[in-house]
T-cell receptor
């Protein structure tokens, strides 16, 4: 079975500071993708960053970067220079890739991030 | 990125009535569409997956006769909540993925309130 665990229900960060959100996953498959999604108060799901499991290099998108530890099955998200607009629910997710087919997204329970001015 | 729309964004209905929610991919062909349900302060729960030209595949515990899904075309999927009851009140989110696979795009969601 495929599982995604986010152990931090809530996190808080001071504006302009850096925060790291944790995520661990479990899968027996070798090909998969990992994602971080942001859900602001509007509830629109927004893709923040994506990592292919076969890539050793950690993905980065501007102020967002991941620390992908494949052996430890860990996929944390680092937000640098936090902004008020970063306040949202953050969901970690995984998706298998097998035989040319894509599996379903499996979401963690989410981490609510607050940004203090 | 690609755009997925949902209509309506908010609906209130009386218990026992049926409600239809539309999900459209505006600028790409969605070979696979997903319907999720989200309760307050919780994660997204996958209800069903529909592929072009096939019947929807429902997740365990989701009543297929209550939540009717129709993937009418490559750009439109509908979710009909039949004989809605207050416990069906929730936030419903659709998502779509194109032929090339890869990224899955999400609609803005529909808030359903059943009185």
């Amino acid at each position: 079975a495929q599982t995604v665990t986010q152990s931090q229900p809530e996190m808080s960060v001071q504006e302009a500071e850096t925060v790291t959100l944790s995520c661990t996953y479990d899968t027996s498959e070798s090909d998969y993708y990992l994602f971080w999604y942001k859900q602001p108060p509007s509830r629109q799901m927004i893709l923040v960053i994506r990592q292919e499991a076969y890539k050793q290099q950690n993905a980065t998108e501007n102020r967002f970067s991941v620390n992908f530890q494949k052996a430890a099955k860990s996929f944390s998200l680092k937000i640098s220079d936090s902004q008020l607009g970063d306040a949202a629910m953050y969901f970690c997710a995984s998706r298998l890739y097998y035989g040319g087919s894509q599996g379903n997204l499996i979401f963690g329970k989410g981490t609510k991030l607050s940004v203090k001015p | 990125g690609a755009v997925v729309s949902q209509h309506p964004s908010w609906v209130i209905c009386k218990s026992g009535t049926s409600v239809k929610i539309e999900c459209r991919s505006l600028d790409f062909q969605a070979t696979t569409m997903f319907w999720y349900r989200q309760f307050p302060k919780q994660s997204l729960m996958l209800m069903a997956t529909s592929n072009e030209g096939s019947k929807a595949t429902y997740e365990q515990g989701v009543e297929k006769d209550k939540f009717l899904i129709n993937h009418a075309s490559l750009t439109l999927s509908t979710l009909t909540v039949t004989s809605a009851h207050p416990e069906d009140s929730s936030f419903y989110i659709c998502s779509a993925r194109g032929r090339s696979g890869g990224e899955q795009f999400f609609g803005p969601g529909t808030r359903l309130t059943v009185l």
